[in-house]
Every structure is written in C-alpha cells, then in structure tokens.
C-alpha cells in the first residue's frame, strides 16, 4: 500500500449549541429567575458579556457547546488531549487497520528554532535542510508502516502492530467542547499579539486552533469580541 503525505488540518464543525443569547440566559437566571431573557436589548447584552468575561464569571459561557471532526497526525493530538476540558473520541488502532496518510510540513514551514527557551522563535530552513527533511521522512514513513503491515500478516493484534508506526501518522476524532473551555484552548494555542499573556504554540496545532477560533467568531461574535478585547484570557 502507497504512502501518502499531507499537510494541512481537517477541522469541520459538525454540531453547536452556541450563541451570545446563551450566555445571557444564563447569566440573568440567577437574578430575574428561569424565564430571564423573554426581551433582549443587544446593546446591553453585549454589555453584560463583556462584564462576564471582564470579571471571569465564566460559568455562563459553559452553556454554549461545540463539536468538531478533526484529523490531526498523532503528535498534534498527543498536545490537544492535555485540554483536559474536552470530550474526544478517538479512532482506535487497536480496532482498525490504520492508513499509511503521514503528515509532512510543508515549504512554506519554518523550520529552524534559534534563541534559549522561553526567548526563541521559528525561522525558514534552506531549500537543501527541507529537502533533507522530506528525504528521511520518506523513509521513515515508508519503512514503519511496511513493518505495521508485516505485523498484521504475521497475524500480530493491531494493538501490537501499531507500535510500529510514527507520531507523524493521521488520526480522526470527535472533540467537542463549551465555549469556556474553547476560549481556554485558544489563549494558550493561538498566538495573538492582543494577547495579554503571550503563547508559543507549535504550528501544527495552532491550525487547529484556528479553525476553532473562526467559527467560535461566526456563531458567537459578541463573545468572540469581548474576548479579544479581554487580552485573550479565558473567563
């Protein structure tokens, strides 16, 4: 079976529960009771989530809910599953036999870290260091999953034949999250130069996050807004 490389993220919004209304439900439940929110005013609902997400009172935001199909190569899931404020649901190589679809950083990449941790940033690679780079990788690839598939030949379980193959290797979940735990993951995955506390998130990731961060601006723009102007921190 053909190798294949890719280099981009598949992140498609497949289900939401979220909008601004949400949250001022369930803000204003605790003051006016269960049928706050009959009639809305935008202006001053927009004041009061910026209130919320001014003041960290960031319960209301938690009733806003969205889930995505994602596929990532394993390294960049090994990263997104420390948001422990998620529900994933992973496909298993324990119980299908897995593609041989790799990721493979494109050109345009930066390539190079200089500078000492904490003070560093990416740079461009050359041509020949890129070239080096998809050469091994190649290899590396192409040699693992020929061993995964020897494995499963031999008659080895799939839990064991995996062990085979590379971080580098596509995976698809579920991921759903609410729109607090989804403004938690952006402040620390996203870099923003409107970021109060800064974040050094690795590329691969940060198009995940990305692509979260459009459509969490589409369906709930009010919050989206004051987030922004809140310096990026999660209320």
């Known amino acids: 079976m053909t190798v294949r490389f890719r ?28 049928r706050a ?16 997400m001014r003041d960290r009172h960031g ?17 960049v899931w ?22 041989p679809v790799f990721y493979l950083p494109g050109a345009d990449r930066n390539l190079v870290q200089t500078g000492k941790p904490g ?3 990416f ?7 890129y070239r080096r780079l998809v050469e091994r990788s190649t290899r590396v690839c192409e ?32 991921v759903t999250m609410n729109a607090r735990a989804l403004m938690n993951f952006l402040s620390l995955r996203v870099k923003s130069d409107a970021a109060t506390f800064p974040s050094f998130p690795q590329r691969e990731i940060e198009l995940v996050a990305e692509a979260y961060e459009r459509e969490f601006a589409r369906l709930m723009p009010v919050t989206h807004a004051a987030f922004v102007r809140g310096g990026r921190v999660a209320p």
């Open 7 to 34: 280099s981009d993220m598949v992140v498609e919004l497949v289900k939401h529960s979220a909008a601004d209304a949400d949250v001022v439900l369930a803000a204003r439940v605790s003051t006016q009771g269960a």
């Open 119 to 121: 003070a560093y940033e």
């Open 37 to 52: 929110g009959a009639a809305t005013d935008a202006q001053k609902d927009a004041g009061l989530i910026g209130y919320l």
């Open 143 to 174: 040699v693992a999953y020929a061993a995964y598939r020897e494995s499963l030949d031999d008659g080895l379980a799939r839990e064991v034949a995996r062990m085979d193959l590379p971080v580098r290797l596509y995976s698809a979940a579920f």
């Open 59 to 75: 319960s209301p935001f938690e009733h806003s809910v969205f889930t995505f199909y994602v596929e990532a190569p394993i390294f």
């Open 78 to 99: 090994r990263e997104h599953m420390r948001h422990r404020i998620a529900s994933y649901n992973e496909e298993s190589g324990r119980y299908k036999v897995l593609e």
């Open 123 to 129: 740079v461009p690679g050359t041509p020949d260091q």
